[in-house]
């Protein structure tokens, strides 16, 4: 019996070894897709031509308003060369899966406050690196539309652990 306990043990650890690993790898792609998401010489042009000026061009340029930029996209989705709809939903979609899989690695992430609260202070942190960085730009509706997807990650989590006990 104590055998069998140690094996359990043994292939749970290793499942979470696992989880961990495709956690870190899934904030590597989110980090290169959202921060790094130009070329390296675009890059190395960004760093290059940085100075003090770039943090007061970036605080002219961000969106302070909440929905201003929903609002925007939606009004204008039609026009051709606006990706409103992949921007929209892919600023939504990228963030379901840290909502899945927080909770599955940490264990007070399951409590759902708990997994917004490391979700928004995620996200915060990319905004702000953005603002200061000329990397992207600071946009308060990312920052929503992000903790929406870590919300519903969220809730997918639940509504599946739920379904997977019955088994």
Same mark, same amino acid.
């Given at each position: 019996?104590?055998?069998?306990?140690?094996?359990?043990?043994?292939?749970?650890?290793?499942?979470?070894?696992?989880?961990?690993?495709?956690?870190?790898?899934?904030?590597?792609?989110?980090?290169?897709?959202?921060?790094?998401?130009?070329?390296?010489?675009?890059?190395?042009?960004?760093?290059?031509?940085?100075?003090?000026?770039?943090?007061?061009?970036?605080?002219?340029?961000?969106?302070?308003?909440?929905?201003?930029?929903?609002?925007?996209?939606?009004?204008?989705?039609?026009?051709?060369?606006?990706?409103?709809?992949? &921007?929209?939903? #892919?600023?939504?979609?990228?963030? +379901?899966?840290?909502?899945? %899989?927080?909770? *599955?690695?940490? @264990?007070?992430?399951?409590?759902?406050?708990?997994?917004?609260?490391?979700?928004?202070?995620?996200?915060?942190?990319?905004?702000?690196?953005?603002?200061?960085?000329?990397?992207?730009?600071?946009?308060?509706?990312?920052?929503?539309? &992000?903790?929406? #997807?870590?919300?519903?990650?969220? +809730?997918?989590?639940?509504? %599946?652990?739920? *379904?997977?006990? @019955?088994?």
């Amino acid at each position: 019996m104590n055998c069998l306990r140690k094996s359990l043990q043994k292939m749970k650890n290793q499942k979470n070894k696992c989880l961990l690993l495709i956690f870190i790898l899934y904030i590597l792609f989110v980090i290169k897709v959202i921060v790094f998401k130009y070329s390296y010489a675009q890059l190395q042009e960004i760093v290059n031509g940085w100075q003090k000026d770039v943090i007061w061009e970036g605080l002219s340029t961000a969106n302070f308003t909440p929905l201003k930029t929903i609002k925007m996209y939606i009004r204008y989705y039609e026009l051709p060369g606006i990706r409103s709809f992949a &921007n929209l939903f #892919g600023n939504v979609l990228i963030f +379901v899966p840290f909502g899945m %899989l927080l909770p *599955m690695i940490h @264990k007070a992430s399951q409590n759902i406050m708990v997994l917004l609260a490391n979700g928004f202070l995620f996200v915060l942190g990319i905004e702000v690196f953005q603002l200061f960085s000329a990397f992207g730009a600071f946009d308060v509706d990312d920052i929503m539309l &992000n903790c929406l #997807g870590v919300l519903i990650g969220g +809730v997918l989590y639940h509504i %599946l652990t739920r *379904m997977f006990r @019955k088994y």
